[in-house]
């Protein structure tokens, strides 16, 4: 299983950022995907999921503001991140999950800075 997750970057506050994820090695419409984001000295908590069906959660933090979508064609997931604020600054984390089994990418840092 490999999550190669990409786009992230710098970002002005009330800017807007994509982030996408490529999946490979899994099949990937089976596969719950979703984002998660590890501050500096913090745990890493989970932002949105998407579920094989298509169904979306996201936590409280980020509803209105960030979408999660997929793209099975291309096994393919995306985190648009629109008017990211200061405390959205982070390493975003592309996850898979099906049944037991859980897959992570490599990371990408987004910044959040005027």
């Known amino acids: 299983v490999q999550l190669q997750a990409s786009g992230g970057g710098s970002v002005q506050p009330g800017g807007s950022l994509r982030l996408s994820c490529a999946a490979s090695g899994i099949i990937f419409r089976l596969h719950d995907m979703g984002w998660y984001r590890q501050a500096p000295g913090k745990q890493r908590d989970v932002v949105t999921i998407?579920?094989?069906?298509?169904?979306?959660n996201y936590a409280d933090s980020v509803k209105g503001r960030f979408t999660i979508s997929r793209d099975n064609a291309k096994n393919m997931v995306y985190l648009q991140m629109n008017s990211p604020k200061f405390e959205d600054t982070a390493v975003y984390y592309c996850n898979s999950q099906w049944g037991v089994r859980s897959s992570w990418g490599q990371g990408t840092q987004v910044t959040v800075s005027s």
């Open positions: 998407i579920t094989s069906g298509g169904s979306t």
